[in-house]
């Protein structure tokens, strides 16, 4: 049955693909040991550096003195033209004001300069990235109190803290709450930057966030309390209560548009197509979600089908697309690789991401044309999966060696070879196959968690690193971003590959028809190595809020100047801050 099993292609190609992200994460874990290495033995060049310059002798020091000089000097401007103006009587120079152009050969412009952000847009966004960490922070403490009761299902019997209550609550804080401020909040800055005009209003922007918050708080407590929408996973919130959010997102839509309808740039640059597009359709989303006209029997279930995978592919993964275009080549210093191919990626991610929904239910009451054209479009994902894969890293091309030094790049890398590998992997997941086998386990909680948290939260990770010190001009401490990053990748590892190994199993005993028991008996070791992956990736969220305190804590920290370049640039700074009298 092993052989039988390890020769099927889905099989194979999740194998596959679950070695990416290890195999990437040990060849960072060398880099960052060996420029360890590095730095240890230039900090002992350095202190034998130290000792030479100690026992320099008067004669060297003074012959370090002359050839300082020698090195220092430059020629003046006019020691050999002379102080004579410039005369041209023959008229040999000319035209010197214009420049010709070889028309055939395409010239690279300069960006133009862009406006500083102001203080309240700053604000804005600091207080959208704060209130999704604090939902990181909620809803993976619930996620972690469930992780628990995996392994001590007795802990409590409160019906408040039960199962069904409160995972909805871990899923839905992760969706409309972290993932979904912490984008909002990152485009407030991108598509004021790339359209190079400021934000329409700060005051829509701070409606948005209220009515938002409003939504993930009444949610939360009314899905506690029992009260839910019954329809489906991902929509469990009322419709009252969603609606609060469609408006906050509805408010948000109009702010980006009249921003960009405000733009001095000619272009509307391709992050404003994804995040544009992920607003756009996040509403209808929810319109079909919610609207009760066509959910009846089986129809329920192809709408749920489509909402909870759109909800994914079209809003998170469209939106943190959007934002890893803009950021990662800003991080990098350099353009995105190929503009042409975020476009194809776009296009044909729009074509077949609608239509994959019922590939979660294959072999269902579905109509079976269905189900083919959902593994058909699953199959077609390919597309923009590869060519977004290809752009990000043929934009790493000539960078490779700043991953040695960059605390940001990690989480970069790691977010884009999750998002080849899992995206894919769902690909494969969805053959009919690999389907029979999977579906209904704990097969899909690894997938679900392989891309929400693999590719967009790690996307999201970066993308704050990456902005936050430009919105406050304090760096986090370095330490603890290794520390966090660690933490997270190496737990959702044991999370994920945990939960395939023992899912595998437990659905090839279901088709050899053993009791249900014995699959639960059996996932008993797999759910302690998920609730020990899952402590890692929660402890790490705390570690992320300590390092996001660290970057917006205006506290200054009081230095006293030690070199004597420190002292005289104190010295300066005094002398021009001095209390002079008025007139």
Same mark, same amino acid.
């Given at each position: ?78 020691? $050999? ?56 922070? @909620?809803? =993976? ?32 804080? @992760? ?81 980006? $548009? ?27 989303? $929810?319109? @079909? ?5 066509? +959910?009846?029997? /089986?129809?329920? =279930? ?68 269905? +189900? ?29 060696? +700043? /991953? ?55 996307? $999201? ?73 899952? =402590? ?48």
């Amino acid at each position: 049955m092993n052989n039988a099993l390890l020769g099927e292609s889905g099989i194979q190609i999740t194998l596959f693909l679950i070695l990416i992200p290890v195999l990437a994460g040990l060849a960072i874990a060398v880099v960052k040991t060996y420029g360890t290495y590095k730095n240890l033995q230039k900090k002992r060049q350095y202190l034998d550096f130290q000792k030479k310059v100690a026992n320099l002798s008067p004669e060297e020091i003074q012959e370090y003195e002359k050839r300082g000089e020698e090195l220092g000097y430059q020629l003046p401007s006019n020691e $050999l033209s002379g102080d004579l103006p410039v005369s041209d009587q023959k008229g040999i120079i000319t035209n010197i004001n214009s420049v010709e152009e070889i028309l055939i050969i395409p010239q690279k412009k300069s960006i133009a300069a862009q406006k500083y952000i102001s203080t309240a847009s700053s604000t804005l966004i600091l207080y959208f990235l704060g209130f999704s960490i604090l939902w990181l922070l @909620v809803g =993976t403490s619930a996620g972690e109190y469930l992780g628990i009761k995996f392994v001590a299902p007795d802990v409590d019997h409160s019906s408040w803290l039960s199962f069904g209550r409160l995972r909805p609550v871990h899923t839905n804080l @992760v969706f409309w709450g972290w993932s979904s401020f912490a984008m909002v909040g990152l485009a407030y800055y991108v598509i004021p930057r790339v359209s190079n005009v400021e934000i329409y209003s700060v005051k829509l922007g701070y409606y948005s966030l209220i009515l938002m918050n409003a939504s993930v708080i009444l949610g939360s407590l009314s899905l506690m309390a029992g009260i839910n929408n019954a329809g489906g996973e991902y929509r469990e919130y009322i419709w009252p209560i969603m609606a609060l959010f469609a408006a906050g997102i509805c408010i948000t839509l109009y702010n980006y $548009l009249k921003t960009i309808a405000r733009r001095v740039t000619k272009e509307i640059y391709v992050s404003n197509w994804y995040i544009i597009s992920a607003m756009m359709y996040v509403i209808v989303i $929810l319109l @079909v979600a919610y609207l009760p006209f066509w +959910q009846d029997g /089986l129809a329920e =279930t192809i709408i749920q089908g489509y909402y909870m995978h759109q909800g994914v592919g079209m809003w998170f993964m469209f939106f943190c697309l959007g934002l890893m275009y803009y950021f990662l080549p800003q991080q990098l210093n350099k353009p995105i690789y190929s503009y042409s191919l975020g476009i194809l990626a776009f296009w044909t991610q729009i074509l077949f991401y609608t239509l994959i929904g019922s590939h979660h239910f294959i072999f269902s009451a579905i109509p079976w044309w269905m +189900q083919t054209v959902a593994i058909v479009a699953s199959v077609g994902m390919v597309i923009p999966v590869v060519a977004g894969s290809a752009n990000f890293l043929l934009t790493f091309n000539g960078s490779w060696h +700043q /991953l040695r030094t960059s605390y940001t790049l990690p989480f970069y890398l790691i977010s884009i070879l999750f998002y080849f590998s899992g995206s894919l992997q769902g690909t494969a997941e969805a053959f009919r196959f690999t389907n029979l086998i999977w579906h209904f386990t704990d097969f899909t909680v690894a997938h679900s968690h392989m891309t929400m948290y693999g590719i967009i939260t790690f996307m $999201l990770w970066a993308f704050i690193y990456t902005l936050v010190p430009r919105l406050t001009g304090k760096e986090p401490p370095k330490i603890w971003v290794g520390i966090h990053f660690w933490l997270a990748l190496i737990g959702l590892m044991f999370y994920i590959i945990s939960l395939m190994i023992g899912s595998t199993e437990k659905g090839l005993m279901w088709m050899a028809k053993k009791p249900f028991i014995e699959g639960v008996v059996h996932m008993a070791p797999y759910w302690l190595w998920r609730a020990i992956g899952g =402590t890692m990736m929660w402890i790490s969220h705390f570690v992320f809020a300590y390092n996001f305190y660290k970057m917006v804590n205006r506290k200054e920290v009081i230095v006293i100047p030690t070199t004597p370049a420190e002292i005289l640039e104190a010295k300066k700074q005094l002398q021009n801050t001095e209390f002079k009298p008025t007139k």
